[in-house]
């Protein structure tokens, strides 16, 4: 074991922190949900690319810095600490660039991989829909072939960013005779096209996050599918694949969530109580055992071992966790979480309460808990399908 | 930044589980359970491939290895269900040792009988009321008022008394300290060898959740009810899917620790206590889990299953409990001493 970091990456922790202790906005940016916000968001993307942070783990011939899974994990923490705004970009980044670097022809690669980098093009995920959401492959919105466009209907749901999105990689069902999963395709939609409408889903915690995006008759050139017709479940594995891929969540995130409800405990006169420090105690050792679940499985992403059904677990553990460092969080604010008092020395209210919201999100999104837990079972401990 | 174990440290593990296998397998640990004596051979056996003598100085016979390769071997001990005080003796009283060496003339002797074979040690820190097999040890490290102390045999006189795994036999020990016995390093060598037992139960802990886990997941796989095997509904597969995700993250804090207290890093200290509250919390789960999926044939006698139930409820609340690692770890929170 060697957790030292190589002068290479000491030194590219170096430029990151310098950077962004340069550049991140001293006042926080104006929510990505409206339509100033999300420009703002968009323009710090802009200059995240000229400072060469797009793309770093895609190979230099597509734009990328080419750097390995470690940089990432430092750039990621880096970037939590530093307090950089939400990622508009990170569907796109993550996500459509690299499935793009697998199935895209040539010309879809020339097409859309610049745009992603610089954020002259936001990307959305089209996903779920009302009917398919664990159960994704029960996804409804149609496809037909007419010359050498499709045409689709139907509609998809909590789709991040998808009111100012620029565009979306969506799944469509373009065989509805086939089995489920042989009838789906994997294309890419200008959410600019007419017989688009988006209607913004106004969150619980008051955030305009997702959207509700309806298609009617939209025609979307047969060019833009990406692999084969009919084969888009195989190119969205793919795709949840490098999402698997990232480095986990940064360990940081909830390091730090911890030492902050200590402050508030603090400041609360509550850390001569027993029954809390307990629960804050159980949180950090949560935290520190996530930290070190998350070293082990840097190191095996760095060896280019294939972590699979295994993200899974790393998903259930940070998201879990999260959501009782959330309770706790309330606990230790007591009536005070309900209020705004300016002049606490508590976090801006604002700050506890979308962190708060935002844990009970994580442990829906991107698979539910169920899910995961679904997926570790069969997968992992090998137990039969139900 | 390389946080896996070496192809040695690999090779040590499958040593160590080959041979607990062979020379303890669960049958042996039952009979210990129903009074059986002990077998001498399987410590010459356990001492004949190096496992007692890993954290001893080649120069004294040992494999000169550290804290990490003490964690591989303790995790293997636990799966085993391993009825030797292993623990006490690698993993405590050898390093405190080693640790004496250059300022004691007793240690330098002893870690060549322990390397050997020849000697077998226990271990009584902080209040812990029992010690593993002190009627059968040579050696007695016994912490009093905050130093550490070394007593042979016929030092101290024991008294069995009777513990619920009757593999892992309790005695209460009575002894008289004085300088003689005293060994030097004073509240910080006292420290050091609590926070390795605490990382080394840590590690026997996450080997019995891990050997829970497989039994138990091998059992709902086979056990068929309603026309299907009782793996395959959710309630099942769900609780097992968390306790093996915290069982996982678990040995990774654990293996962290190990990594601390061996490179001497700041936050060893914390980072043992983190690794035993976590790795208390994540067996106890396993231990439910395990009983509660096997049903009724779990609570049998005859079942091996509570051959590592009751390990696991022994090593909880050994070497710290996890609410006593907590409050440790609370102090450190609110002095600030833990770096955000």
Known sequence: ?386 | MQFAFTAEQDALRELARDLFEKESPPSRVRELFDGGERDAGVWRAIAGVGLAGLAIPESLGGTGGDEVDVAVVMEEAGRAALPEPLLETAAIVAPVLRDAAADDDRAGSWLSQIAAGEAIATALLGDAPFAVDAEIVDLLLLERDGELHLLERGAFTTEAVESEDRARRLFTVTAEVSLATKLPGGRAAADRARLRAAVAAAGMLNGIAVRLVEMTTSYVRDRAQFGRPVGSFQAVKHRLADVHSAVESSRAATWYAAFALASGAADASLSASVAKAQATESEAAANHAALQLHGGIGFTWEHDLHLWLKRGKALEQSYGSAIDHRRVIARALLDGSVDA
């Open chain 1, 1 to 386: 074991m060697d957790l030292t970091y190589t002068p290479e990456e000491e030194a590219f922790r170096t430029e990151v922190r310098e950077w962004l202790r340069a550049n991140v906005p001293s006042r926080p940016l104006p929510s990505a949900g409206t339509k100033e916000g999300f420009e703002a968001h968009r323009e710090w993307e802009r200059s995240m690319h000229r400072a060469g942070f797009a793309g770093l783990r895609w190979p230099v011939e597509y734009g990328g810095r080419g750097l390995g899974v470690v940089m990432q994990a430092i750039f990621e923490e880096e970037y939590f600490l530093a307090g950089g705004p939400e990622r508009v970009t990170s569907l796109g980044q993550r996500l459509m660039g690299p499935t793009l670097m697998v199935y895209g022809t040539e010309e879809q690669k020339k097409r859309w991989i610049p745009g992603i980098l610089s954020g002259e093009e936001v990307w959305s995920q089209g996903f779920s829909e009302p009917d398919a959401g664990s159960d994704l492959a029960g996804l409804k919105t149609r496809a037909v072939r007419e010359g050498d466009d499709f045409v689709i209907n139907g509609q998809k749901i909590w789709t991040s960013y998808g009111t100012f999105a620029d565009w979306m990689f969506a799944l469509v069902r373009t065989d509805p005779e086939a089995p489920r999963h042989a009838g789906i395709t994997f294309i890419a939609l200008d959410l600019r096209s007419e017989g688009v409408e988006v209607s913004p889903l106004v969150q619980l915690d008051g955030h305009s996050g997702f959207a509700q995006v309806f298609f009617t008759d939209v025609r979307v050139p047969a060019a833009h599918v990406i692999g084969e017709v009919n084969h888009g479940w195989e190119v969205a594995m793919t795709t949840l694949g490098f999402e698997r891929d990232a480095p986990s969540a940064s360990p940081a995130i909830y390091l730090k969530y911890v030492h902050d409800l200590v402050d508030a405990t603090k400041a609360r006169g509550l850390d001569g109580d027993a029954a809390i420090m307990d629960r804050i105690a159980a949180a950090y050792t949560d935290a520190r055992a996530y930290q070190a679940h998350a070293l082990r499985t840097l190191t095996r992403q760095a060896r280019g071992d294939a972590i699979g059904a295994e993200a899974s677990m790393t998903k259930l553990l940070w998201s879990e966790m999260g959501s009782r460092i959330g309770e706790l969080t309330r606990a230790v604010l007591g009536e005070h979480a309900e209020t705004d008092h300016s002049g606490d020395p508590l976090s801006p209210r604002e700050r506890w309460h979308s962190r708060y919201w935002f844990s009970r999100a994580a442990t829906i999104y991107a698979g539910t808990s169920e899910i995961q837990r679904n997926i570790v079972a069969e997968r992992v401990l090998g137990l039969p399908k139900g």
